[in-house]
């Protein structure tokens, strides 16, 4: 009884996958895109060592001759 049992089962998954073959491969494709766009994201990272902040414009400040970020106000300029 067993053995009819798993053999309809045996059909009953090769007829799924047969039915839904488009879909499966749909997905795996999905799966593999977005495995390749993590992929790209990492190495970009990875180029980057952990802890280094992102370059900036530094600009000495007029009044103070202090070395402040592009856009930014000085910290003597805030008071
Ligand atoms: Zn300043």
Sequence with gaps: MTKIILTVAVIYAVWFIFKHKNRIAAAHRAVMAEKAREQARNAE???RK??????QDLLPCPKCGSYIPAGTRCSCEKA
């Design 50 to 55: 952990p802890g280094t902040p992102v370059a």
């Design 45 to 47: 990272t990875a180029t």
